[in-house]
Nanobody, 117 residues
Framework: QVQLVESGGGLVQPGGSLRLSCAAS????????MYWYRRAPGKERELVAAVNRFSNTNYEASVKGRFTISRDNAASMVYLQMNSLKPEDTAVYYC???????????WGQGTQVTVSS
């Protein structure tokens, strides 16, 4: 199974940028679709962005044009570049790995992103 460790969260002013990183280890990275989810206070967890092993991407509507998901298969890393951040982007962000063969899901511990002036 894969282990995931996120980093890069923090406090940023509205309009600012952050880059989240997720390091994967323990399994063949190419066997996984990679996802970023977030959970805002008082809200359900939502899918923010997805990237498959061919680097095809999808985004939740509210982040399109502002967030970019990418992966480095050689380094077993996935990234979420977040630009033009808004207060409503405040949430705990989670990295998720979905094994395309076993359909098992694995989660990182989460990283807090706070957008506030």
């Amino acid at each position: 199974q894969v282990q995931l460790v996120e980093s890069g969260g923090g406090l940023v002013q509205p309009g600012g940028s952050l880059r989240l990183s997720c390091a994967a280890s323990g399994d063949t990275f190419g066997n996984y679709g990679m996802y970023w989810y977030r959970r805002a206070p008082g809200k359900e967890r939502e899918l923010v962005a997805a990237v498959n092993r061919f680097s095809n991407t999808n985004y939740e509507a509210s982040v399109k044009g502002r967030f970019t998901i990418s992966r480095d298969n050689a380094a077993s890393m996935v990234y979420l570049q977040m630009n033009s951040l808004k207060p409503e982007d405040t949430a705990v962000y989670y990295c998720n790995a979905h094994n395309i063969y076993t359909r098992a899901d694995y989660w990182g511990q989460g990283t807090q992103v706070t957008v506030s002036s």
